[in-house]
């Protein structure tokens, strides 16, 4: 299974945003999920992940990724590693 993290800074907020790239499944789909904050490892991102989840109603559960240009650059050549991976 693919997964790279992106770690950027929210332009909204200002604070720290955290995206999880990632390729699985049966039909190997490609997923970004994003979390407000900092994370270093899939581990501890999919942790907060689940922590979230069940703080919040899974229908108040929305993504909004806005991002600076160098990181949709990074974003872009991650997609690729993913496209390519699911692919193999």
């Given at each position: 299974m693919f997964q790279k993290l992106i770690l950027t800074a929210n332009p909204v907020t200002k604070?720290?945003?955290t995206a999880l790239i990632e390729v699985g499944g049966k039909e190997d789909d490609?997923?970004?999920?994003?979390?407000d904050g900092?994370?270093?490892t899939v581990e501890e991102f999919e942790a907060a992940l689940d922590e979230t989840i069940r703080d919040v109603?899974?229908?108040?559960?929305?993504?909004?990724?806005?991002?600076?240009l160098p990181d949709?650059?990074?974003?872009?050549?991650?997609?690729m590693e993913a496209l390519k991976a699911a692919e193999e």
């Open positions: 604070g720290p945003a490609i997923a970004i999920t994003t979390l900092e994370y270093h109603s899974i229908d108040k559960i929305y993504n909004f990724f806005p991002m600076t949709a650059r990074v974003l872009i050549e991650l997609l």
